[in-house]
């Protein structure tokens, strides 16, 4: 039988915080996740440091989490740091899991991303760094765009497809943004609090067909952590009883098959 895994903390940043640097998004969370844990910086045996697209954005490779936190106060704990592009959030957070079942002790995981840098381009160039280096140019030669984002246009490819070969409708689709949007008007800390219908979402501006603006994620400047443990939290905290990571559908030629 497993060891069983609660999240003894948790905290998250406004999602439009254009006004703070990635250490002051770090910093701010981790106090704010410790706090509700009830626990000290020098508590943590581990951090599990998800992040994309700091490396090109800020041109801190390899260590991104250590200089980061460097002045968050965690100097007993080991950093990993977690670069999967879209999955990073949820792969740091399996990571995490995995270690508290292990008996590591307290593990805190940190997600934190800056996108908003005053230059678009090197922010989708950013994000494209989450497809393979070899097909780039095949994008850019195939699915240029008014939007200027090759990966809207291949996730409007995905879409397509998913409509072709299994029956997806674009008012799923929909109901997916009506879905999330109610949930964020309950968030205080969301970038987007007023929710939106079906047909507001199928009659917003295309972006590339069949998505329209409304169906495309936003540049975001946030943060978010939580704090877990192998123990059982007093106050009832929510345990993880399973922790489940696959890429794309489950195959892995699955970028590459539908560029």
């Given at each position: 039988?497993?060891?069983?895994?609660?999240?003894?903390?948790?905290?998250?940043?406004?999602?439009?915080?254009?006004?703070?640097?990635?250490?002051?998004?770090?910093?701010?969370?981790?106090?704010?996740?410790?706090?509700?844990?009830?626990?000290?910086?020098?508590?943590?045996?581990?951090?599990?440091?998800?992040?994309?697209?700091?490396?090109?954005?800020?041109?801190?490779?390899?260590?991104?989490?250590?200089?980061?936190?460097?002045?968050?106060?965690?100097?007993?704990?080991?950093?990993?740091?977690?670069?999967?592009?879209?999955?990073?959030?949820?792969?740091?957070?399996h990571l995490g899991t995995l270690a508290s079942r292990a008996g590591t002790g307290v593990v805190l995981v940190v997600g934190v991303e800056k996108m908003w840098t005053g230059d678009r381009r090197a922010t989708l160039a950013g994000i494209e760094d989450g497809v393979p280096a070899e097909d780039r140019l095949y994008l850019h030669q195939h699915h240029e765009n008014p939007s200027g984002s090759v990966l809207m246009a291949l996730n409007a490819t995905w879409a397509r497809t998913l409509m072709e070969e299994r029956g997806a409708t674009l008012e799923q689709f929909a109901s997916v943004v009506v879905k999330s949007r109610r949930h964020a008007a309950a968030n205080p800390s969301a970038q987007f609090r007023t929710e939106v219908t079906q047909d507001e979402v199928l009659g917003a501006p295309a972006v590339v067909e069949p998505l329209t603006r409304l169906m495309c994620s936003s540049f975001t400047d946030g943060a978010a952590a939580v704090v877990l443990t192998g123990e059982r939290p007093p106050n009832g905290r929510p345990r993880i009883r399973s922790s489940v990571v696959r890429s794309g559908n489950g195959e892995i030629d699955y970028h590459a098959r539908l560029a």
């Open positions: 039988m497993t060891s069983p895994v609660s999240i003894a903390g948790a905290a998250m940043t406004a999602m439009d915080r254009r006004d703070l640097g990635l250490p002051d998004l770090a910093e701010e969370v981790v106090a704010a996740a410790l706090a509700d844990a009830g626990l000290d910086p020098s508590d943590v045996q581990l951090v599990v440091f998800g992040n994309a697209i700091a490396g090109r954005l800020s041109d801190q490779g390899c260590i991104r989490g250590q200089v980061i936190l460097h002045e968050a106060g965690l100097r007993n704990a080991a950093v990993v740091n977690v670069d999967n592009s879209c999955a990073g959030g949820s792969s740091a957070l």
